[in-house]
Each structure stands twice: as C-alpha cells, then as structure tokens.
C-alpha cells in the first residue's frame, strides 16, 4: 500500500474520487457511525457510483462497493479499472480512510482479477490521505 497526495493521482483518478465522495453524500445510516461512497470505472470509461445503506442489522447492510459493483454488474460490466472509495467511521477513527470489509474484499476479488495493479484508492473524508492498493494486496489468498 502507498500512500499518495490528490495532485499525484492521474486526472480520471481525481475524477473518480470525486464522484466517490458525491456518492458518499448519499449515504443512508441507521446506526450514524459510518458514511462510505464508491465509484468505479470500466475499461470503457463508463462510472458507477454507490453508496452505503447501514440498516439496523448488519448483515442486511448494503456496503457502498456492493451497490457500486452491482450497478456495474446490472449494466453488462465486466472490465473494471479503477476503485475508489471515500469515508470515515464518525466514532472510531473519524479521519481515517475505510477500508473494505472482509466480505467486500471478496465480492471485489471476483470481479477485480484482471484490474491494474494498484487500481483501488481509499481516501478519508477529506482527502488528506489517500491509499493506492489492489485486490491483490487486500486479499492476497482469495476464495475461489
Ligand atoms: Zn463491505
């Protein structure tokens, strides 16, 4: 993992953290502690945007790299490029980035095999520290 600033990013990289952070402004949480957004972009440019929807049990709680790579996936996408997400957890670490949960990086890890490496950005709410990884690095023993 690498730790990069806004500026080092390429364009269309600036532009998906964006969009991330516009899809985070959608978040809908019943617990209040988290808020995440997520966009993607495929090979051919195309982006999708999701949020988090935190419902009371967690099991039912749509986490923002769910919607974003169901979104893609009820388009016919398939060719993922870049991953970015944005966020923070209000009661434990309100300036850290959110990481992907454990179910998360699997979900990611079926569709993700063939994106760049280090393809997936994880900022903190402002964007003060920004984490360029891949699904290689997050989930280096994938189930399959
Ligand atoms: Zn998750």
């Known amino acids: 993992m690498k730790t990069i600033t806004f500026n080092e990013l390429k364009k269309e990289e600036q532009e998906l953290l964006l ?14 502690t988290h808020y995440v957004g997520s966009a993607m972009q495929t090979q051919d ?3 999708f945007q999701g949020s988090i929807v935190r419902r009371s049990a967690p099991s039912s709680t749509t986490c923002s790299e769910r919607m974003v790579i169901d979104h893609a996936i009820y388009a016919g996408k ?8 944005i966020g923070f957890n209000i009661d434990k670490s309100p300036n850290n980035p ?10 990611i890890s079926d569709y993700y095999d063939n994106a760049p490496s280090g393809s997936i950005l994880v900022s903190n709410h402002d964007m003060s520290e920004i984490i360029r990884t891949d699904i290689q690095e997050l989930l280096p023993v994938a189930y399959k």
């Open 19 to 32: 969009k991330a952070k516009e899809a985070a402004s959608h978040y809908y949480n019943l617990k209040g």
């Open 45 to 47: 440019g195309a982006i």
């Open 78 to 85: 398939r060719d993922y490029k870049i991953l970015a997400l």
């Open 98 to 107: 959110v990481f992907p949960c454990g179910p998360c990086r699997q979900i």
